[in-house]
Nanobody
Framework: VQLQASGGGLVQAGGSLRLSCAAS????????MGWFRQAPGKEREFVGS????????YSADSVKGRFTISRVNAKNTVYLQMDSLKPEDTAVYYC?????????????????WGQGTLVTVSS
């Protein structure tokens, strides 16, 4: 499966962005999806994940209540709605896929990665 992330940009603190990750190739509904981010000089960090069917999801404590992950299998797309953005959310955001129903929080569990989209939150 090939992944293409989009939707990043520059936003003021308190604003919102919606990231999209479009998948092509094999059956999207067979893949659990995850979002990760990497800030300059920091390690990659788990943001959120969603099961293949979309009925289970999990978010990191740092974004819980502000970010929402969702998917539309008919459109081969997973989304990350980001609200109440903070300067510390500034990072390159990556979507990732793993074959199977269940999601994981560890990046090593995901075999397929998109190219990343940059989110910059100004104070």
């Amino acid at each position: 499966v090939q992944l293409q992330a989009s939707g990043g940009g520059l936003v003021q603190a308190g604003g919102s962005l919606r990231l999209s990750c479009a998948a092509s190739g094999r059956a999207f509904s067979n893949y659990a999806m995850g979002w990760f981010r990497q800030a300059p000089g920091k390690e990659r960090e788990f943001v959120g994940s969603i099961s293949a069917s979309g009925d289970s999801k999990y978010s990191a404590d740092s974004v819980k209540g502000r970010f929402t992950i969702s998917r539309v299998n008919a459109k081969n797309t997973v989304y990350l709605q980001m609200d109440s953005l903070k300067p510390e959310d500034t990072a390159v955001y990556y979507c990732a896929a793993r074959r199977g129903s269940h999601f994981y929080t560890a990046g090593t569990e995901y075999a397929y990665w998109g190219q990343g989209t940059l989110v910059t939150v100004s104070s």
